[in-house]
């Protein structure tokens, strides 16, 4: 009996089985965006919970306005470093991509400025 080479779907299960709970998140994140489904993201709509923690339609359409900007690397890594500077920052201040990738909260101050800096990156 011979083996059958696996398909995507194959290769999509074995790679959920063995990643991360927090690499599952991220890919549901992706995977349940407005954006990846085709659904424009909605404006205006908060983009952290009153915890300060950023929600998964706010790391979505920040993600989204990186791309349009062409914020990434040559490893594709977003650059937020350009994001912390252009809300007045240091590059250094990791604080968005903790916010983004592991759910850390955000200070009020920064937090507001990225909310203006994504409406006005939305409505341009």
């Given at each position: 009996m011979s083996k059958l080479t696996p398909n995507r779907v194959d290769a999509l299960k074995a790679e959920w089985g063995a990643a991360t709970p927090n690499e599952r998140?991220?890919?549901l994140f992706w995977a349940l965006s407005p954006a990846t489904v085709g659904i424009p993201p909605l404006r205006g709509e908060p983009i952290a919970d009153a915890h300060r923690c950023l929600t998964a339609s706010g790391i979505a359409r920040i993600r989204s306005a990186l791309e349009r900007r062409g914020w990434r690397d040559e490893?594709?890594?977003?650059?937020?470093?350009?994001?912390?500077?252009?809300?007045?920052?240091?590059?250094?201040?990791?604080?968005?991509?903790?916010?983004?990738?592991?759910?850390?909260?955000?200070?009020?101050?920064?937090?507001?400025?990225?909310?203006?800096?994504?409406?006005?990156?939305?409505?341009?």
């Open positions: 998140s991220e890919f490893d594709g890594y977003n650059k937020l470093g350009a994001l912390m500077e252009e809300l007045g920052g240091s590059k250094l201040n990791a604080s968005i991509g903790m916010a983004m990738n592991s759910g850390s909260r955000l200070q009020q101050n920064l937090l507001d400025a990225l909310q203006g800096w994504l409406e006005a990156e939305e409505s341009a």
